[in-house]
């Protein structure tokens, strides 16, 4: 198993910047996922990593080994893409065992290896069959089997589940996490998918615009995310953001948006005080940590139902504030939340320990 770490990685694409200053480390036999919106620079920083996209500036190690100028062959990395690449005209056992003979490992380390991968993928029934013959899930498996087969010391996908359905994509993404865990090898898996990223890896890595923006556990990410983009990212339904002035002095502060009042904890408000010199800043707040009454309550803002979204065991309520739509969460099981209608109106308090605050020029979190 090896290590990767890119320091400082610059890649530039005709005269632009595409890969920024990236640096992060992923230990041996670890699931870091790169995360971000298209175009953020994701399959490029892979590319680097493989040896297929030439780094400007900044290193490449894997396993301690600066490979940053070594041809991609000499690597020893395996890729699995969205598109699969399968040969059509070979079976299963055959296109796995073509990376090998074209490595010229000896005929029976090679049934050794595809007999081993097709009882861990659950494809031994499977090996006689093209992939015409497969459904997509199993034709994943093969390409991912294809690349297992190698015994790298480094395995990327780059949007692998991408083109299966939402049923299939639940299955594969707990199954391949389950496959990783097993087989230990150091892997960096691509999504845009903020859902599959927070399912999956046990290391976040977020881009925007060829910039790393936050390293760290799901819950690191999902709790204290570094700046507006990061907490915009992840959340389903994704994070309310709210104009709002801060006023205070001594630690006890309070937030204003509207017809919003928010009273921050001591601790809070001494930090967000310390950190901003303008009054000025961006409210957020997770749908979770909004408040729901029916009745006038002290301290609650009025607001008006929109449009409510039934999802399952949850009820998805967009409400007016103000000037402002926000979205709330509570469960179905609430039977006055769940019989809200059109222009119904309700009270709202924000849980002031679960609020994010932003500052307003910059994004970062404060």
Same mark, same amino acid.
């Given at each position: ?113 595809? $007999? &081993?991968?097709?009882?861990? *993928? ?5 090996? !006689?069959?093209? @992939?015409? #013959?497969? /459904? %997509? ?89 570094? $700046? &507006?983009?990061?907490?915009? *990212? ?5 994070? !309310?953001?709210? @104009?709002? #002035?801060? /006023? %205070? ?118």
């Amino acid at each position: 198993m090896s290590d990767v770490r890119l320091q400082n990685v610059r890649v530039v694409y005709g005269g632009r910047d595409v890969v920024r200053d990236v640096s992060f480390a992923v230990g041996s036999g670890e699931l870091a996922v790169l995360v971000g919106p298209s175009g953020s620079g994701k399959t490029t920083l892979l590319r680097a990593i493989t040896g297929y996209a030439p780094v400007a500036q900044g290193s490449v190690t894997i396993g301690g080994e600066d490979v940053t100028r070594r041809p991609p062959a000499g690597r020893d990395i395996a890729m699995v893409f969205q598109n699969l690449a399968l040969y059509p005209h070979m079976t299963v056992r055959q296109n796995w065992a073509f990376p090998l003979q074209a490595a010229k490992v000896p005929k029976a380390e090679q049934e050794e290896r595809i $007999n &081993r991968v097709a009882r861990t *993928l659950q494809m031994e029934r499977l090996l !006689n069959r093209y @992939p015409r #013959e497969l /459904s %997509g899930g199993q034709q994943q498996r093969v390409a991912m089997g294809r690349a297992l087969v190698r015994q790298p010391q480094l395995f990327l996908l780059d949007e692998p589940l991408g083109a299966l359905d939402a049923k299939l994509r639940v299955e594969a993404c707990s199954a391949f996490k389950a496959l990783q865990r097993e087989l230990g090898i150091t892997t960096l898996y691509v999504t845009h998918d903020q859902v599959e990223a927070q399912a999956l890896g046990s290391k976040i890595v977020v881009l925007n615009d060829g910039i790393v923006q936050q390293v760290g556990t799901p819950d690191e990410i999902y709790e204290a995310p570094a $700046n &507006r983009f990061v907490a915009g *990212l992840f959340g389903s339904p994704p994070m !309310n953001f709210l @104009p709002g #002035e801060i /006023s %205070g002095s001594d630690g006890t502060a309070t937030i204003i948006s509207g017809p919003l009042r928010v009273a921050l904890p001591v601790e809070i408000g001494r930090r967000v005080l310390a950190a901003t010199s303008s009054p000025a800043i961006t409210l957020g707040v997770r749908p979770e940590a909004i408040r729901q009454f029916y009745d006038a309550a002290e301290g609650a803002a009025p607001a008006t139902v929109y449009v409510t979204e039934p999802r399952g065991h949850n009820v998805i309520v967009d409400l007016r504030l103000g000037e402002t739509v926000i979205r709330a969460r509570g469960d179905r099981d609430d039977e006055r939340l769940a019989s809200l209608a059109p222009d119904d109106r309700v009270y709202l308090r924000v849980d002031p320990t679960q609020v994010h605050l932003f500052d307003e020029a910059t994004g970062r979190r404060l």
